[in-house]
């Protein structure tokens, strides 16, 4: 079995809302109990609908943010211990790629200089050893020359994209984070992109963790699928037992919104309770957060807060009435 790149502990992550001071302090829980395990050259895909946590999550694996609970490690060093020297190398094997390409690029700044700002930063080569690198990555990534003097308006949204990508892979990380990097783009544009994370996946040994709303692109890429839900993760499995054999309520839910060809192929249809058309409209249930939407609730389900267990040989769920 591989090794694992990425550990996590408990790990939990909230914010306050601000309101008047002479209100009551109240937090919103965005990561919440996440222990998981992400192997050395897999693809973890991680999906689930917007709001659940799943950007917050890639995040506090790359100490982009700070747990509020919980331990993350790389390769099994806790990286809340690391000095400034050990922090500023785990940048450099740790990478992310966003959603938006645009908002993550300097307007100002020709698309080969962002391209090469990683290596200044981690004073990597001299300026001619730095511009092979650049040509180099830009290359594998299908940028010309050209392309590289360009600003970031000048190139279109695939373009762009995979100058993010170069950005990110230029320092030869162990571990990205694709953080919906295809929601930005067209359909044809989508494949193209896809298919480059692949290569570039197999060519350098990389692992990513792969977020999104897309199930159908999940299911293409990721090796295993993390489904999210209000900051917990419900399910996990490898993706073909997931989709084969969905357990958690909530899985079972996204995974009828697929879209298909046509209305006879679709069969056990799901449906969720009316009273919560987006999550936070109700107050959560102090149990199972996803009782007050669940069809198959029982009555300690508003009280017991379930806990992950292995149903199926790597197949994890966190539900009370499974």
Do not use: W
């Not at 200089?113 to 730095?130: D, K, M, Q, S, Y």
């Amino acid at each position: 079995m591989n090794q694992d790149i990425i550990t996590t502990y408990r790990l939990s992550k909230s914010y306050e809302l601000s309101k008047g001071i002479f209100s009551k302090r109240s937090f919103i829980q965005a990561v919440n109990d996440v222990s998981i395990r992400i192997r050395k050259g897999e693809i973890c895909g991680v999906v689930g609908e917007s709001g659940c946590g799943k950007s917050t999550l890639g995040r506090l694996l790359l100490r982009l943010e700070e747990p509020t609970s919980g331990k993350v490690f790389f390769n099994g060093e806790d990286i809340s211990t690391f000095s400034n020297t050990s922090l500023r190398a785990f940048r450099r094997k740790t990478q992310i790629i966003f959603q938006d390409p645009y908002a993550s690029l300097n307007p100002r700044q020709p698309v080969g200089n962002a391209i090469e700002e990683g290596l200044l930063i981690h004073n990597i080569g001299t300026p001619v050893e730095r511009k092979e690198l650049v040509d180099e990555i830009s290359e594998i990534v299908g940028l010309s020359k050209e392309q590289l003097q360009l600003y970031p308006h000048e190139l279109s949204g695939g373009q762009r994209q995979r100058v993010c990508i170069a950005r990110a892979l230029i320092l030869r990380p162990e571990f990205v984070v694709c953080d919906e990097p295809l929601s930005a783009l067209d359909v044809s544009i989508q494949a193209q992109i896809i298919n480059l994370l692949l290569d570039l996946q197999e060519r350098y040994q990389l692992t990513y963790l792969f977020i999104s709303h897309d199930l159908s692109i999940v299911r293409h890429l990721a090796d295993r699928i993390m489904v999210m839900y209000l900051g917990y993760v419900v399910e996990e499995a490898p993706k073909e037992e997931l989709f084969s054999n969905p357990l958690h309520p909530y899985t079972q839910v996204l995974l009828s919104s697929i879209p298909v060809h046509h209305p006879s192929l679709r069969k056990g249809v799901k449906f969720v309770s009316k009273e919560l058309l987006r999550h936070g409209e109700i107050e959560p249930s102090r149990g199972c957060v996803f009782e007050p939407r669940c069809p198959i609730k029982q009555q300690r389900c508003k009280k017991d807060i379930p806990e992950p267990r292995e149903v199926f040989p790597y197949h994890y769920v966190r539900c009370i009435a499974i």
